[in-house]
């Protein structure tokens, strides 16, 4: 990167870590650091749709979807932790591609489970056989995704049906006599006045989230833990021109301060949102705000 | 091979008794059952061991935290705030590293390197600041005519302490404790994914789950088994916990008893 980076073994100790900051590879670590911001990103929002859609079902007056909406919240918070990670994962790969058999495959006669086998044809691969690297691990990156929304997605819907709870039951009664339907009480009235009570869950979530993406490496996605221990273990002369120990500890501890940081802005921030939502609200912390401003 | 000879081969296959080899064909319902819960006796370990001795340094943290003493509070609060703001996955990796570079510094250093003292080390160390943590809200919450009470009879100090500040912490802390309880051992299952290695395929139930897993490219049976041990464990962990959250409770009229509610979290 630096003019002076020619010959690394001629350095000086400042100057060698400033190039041996900026080779490529270092690169392949810092932006690993973006694919966590960017997972999480994408995992907060749809985690927290997932988890809308379930709390909603959860108080349908319609059987079936109540039960599943309850069935989802139960199973996936009943259930240890990273084995689910670890299941997901294969399951929902399996399950598009046995999805893409029966429809693209009709006439294959052939057990798809054979043995310790699990086979489709190969138009139902997932992806596609001669596809790009890039594309194997955006697939990757998408199951990842896919399995972290839905396992906080049960976290968030528990969180929010407590909220919806929450509500004063006299609002709700108040709409009725209003004469709203069911649905217009439910946008108009429910819905607006629930996240003052559910912000208090939603960010004790979110600190789970962000202390949950180092899980990432088990998914097998190329994450800052993976270019951790790829980078900081002992590089001989014969490969590198920046030879040099056994640095993972360093690495991790890069890690670990990233990670402190990580959740001291958050907590900070959170607590920002939390006052300006709690203004003027009929709770606690809102009597609180109203005597302290007097 | 029948049922029986696969539970005399590897109920114990985790801690190194029984067959050397794991199966590796032909994979029977059987042994994954005995070889994943043969793994569970390393989860129970790793969680029964943290939680006893992460009990008593909770007390001291949180002790340590609600005093007035600068020098005794920050120290706790720093000690909670870096192992609960990071992640316990990035937590075993670094210790398991710095045990690493100690070992070849001083030789005290190489027991450390392997899981089952390194790995309860971290553990340790973690659900102490965890439980430091809610201990400490309880501190805070302990009723103030509860020690004005106190005060009125004489109670002074240590006496004090044991006596009225100490069980009051516990009771009120106790529903908390035993979602840390749950919590934690969870948590033991991450232990052989995160560089502490599994010595001659000595390991948890996860590590033995995912290998089934791997082998036969089907987890809808190992994680499933996986599941129903853990919550088994889950169960023996509420029953024994309610029953001392009782025993704390039973000076108290009935309705004001605490029940407990159980709400597992999923990840440190």
């Known amino acids: ?7 690394p073994e001629t350095l000086g100790n400042f100057q060698w870590l400033a190039c041996y900051l900026t080779i ?12 966590v911001l960017i997972l999480l990103a994408i995992t907060a929002p749809t985690a927290l749709a997932f988890g809308f859609g379930a709390a909603s079902m959860a108080r349908a007056r319609f059987g079936p979807l109540r039960w599943f909406g309850k069935g989802y919240i139960a199973v996936v918070r009943g259930v240890p932790d990273i084995a689910f990670f670890l299941f997901f994962v294969i399951a929902l790969d399996q399950a598009f591609e046995y999805l893409r058999h029966k429809a693209l495959c009709p006439d294959w006669d052939q057990p798809i489970r054979q043995g310790n086998d699990f086979i489709v044809c190969q138009a139902a691969k997932l992806p596609l056989g001669n596809a790009p690297q890039w594309i194997h691990e955006t697939y990757g990156f998408f199951l990842a995704v896919l399995t972290f929304s839905i396992v906080f997605g049960a976290f968030a819907a528990n969180v929010l049906y407590g909220a919806m709870r929450a509500v004063p039951r006299a609002q709700l009664e108040t709409a009725e006599a209003y004469g709203m339907t069911h649905r217009q009480t439910f ?5 607006p006045q629930m996240w003052v009570y559910a912000l208090p869950g939603l960010s004790n ?3 789970v989230l962000i202390k949950a993406t180092p899980l990432l490496f088990l998914l097998g996605i190329e994450d800052i833990v993976y270019w951790a221990r790829d980078l900081g273990s002992t590089k001989s002369p014969k490969f590198t021109a920046y030879p040099h120990g056994d640095w993972r500890i360093w690495y991790f501890l890069a890690l670990l301060v990233f990670y402190l940081a990580f959740t001291k802005v958050s907590e900070v921030v959170l607590d920002k949102i939390m006052k300006r939502l709690t203004h003027g609200q009929a709770t606690a912390g809102g009597e609180a705000q ?3 401003a007097v | 091979m029948s049922c029986w000879e696969t539970i005399a081969d590897y109920a114990f296959r985790s801690i190194g008794f029984g067959e050397r080899l794991l199966p590796r064909s032909d994979f029977t319902v059987c042994q994954q059952f005995v070889l994943i819960g043969s793994g569970m006796l390393w989860n129970i370990y790793f969680g029964l061991v943290a939680l006893l001795s992460g009990f008593f340094f909770a007390t001291v943290v949180a002790l340590g935290k609600a005093s007035s003493n600068v020098l005794l509070r920050k120290p706790s609060e720093w000690f909670i705030f870096i192992f609960r703001g990071s992640p316990l996955f990035i937590q075993f990796f670094f210790a398991y590293f710095l045990f690493l570079s100690l070992k070849s510094v001083a030789p005290f250093f190489s027991p450390f390197t392997s899981a089952w003292l390194g790995a309860l080390v971290v553990l340790f160390l973690n659900t102490a600041a965890y439980t430091g943590e809610i201990f400490y809200g309880a501190l805070l919450s302990i009723p103030k005519s509860d020690t004005e009470a106190a005060d009125a009879y004489g109670f002074s100090g240590f006496s004090r302490f044991k006596k009225i500040t100490w069980p009051t912490m516990l009771r009120l802390a106790w529903p908390a404790y035993t979602n840390e309880a749950i919590f934690l051992f969870h948590a033991t299952t991450l232990v052989f994914f995160s560089g502490f290695p599994a010595r001659q395929q000595k390991g948890d139930a996860l590590y033995y789950a995912s290998y089934f897993a791997d082998k036969t490219f089907n987890p809808f049976i190992p994680y499933p088994i996986l599941a129903g041990y853990f919550i088994l464990l889950t169960l023996v962990v509420i029953g024994v916990f309610g029953w001392v959250n009782k025993r704390l409770n039973r000076h108290l009229p009935q309705e004001a008893r605490r029940k407990l509610r159980i709400r597992p979290n999923l990840i440190r």
Do not use: D
Request: proline residues 0%; hydrophobic residues 55%.
């Open chain 1, 290 to 292: 109203r005597k302290a």
């Open chain 1, 187 to 191: 946008w108009r009235i429910l819905v």
């Open chain 1, 24 to 35: 490529g590879k270092q690169f392949a670590f810092y932006k690993s650091f973006g694919v």
């Open chain 1, 205 to 207: 979530l979110w600190m």
């Open chain 1, 1 to 7: 990167m630096f003019e002076f980076c020619t010959n």
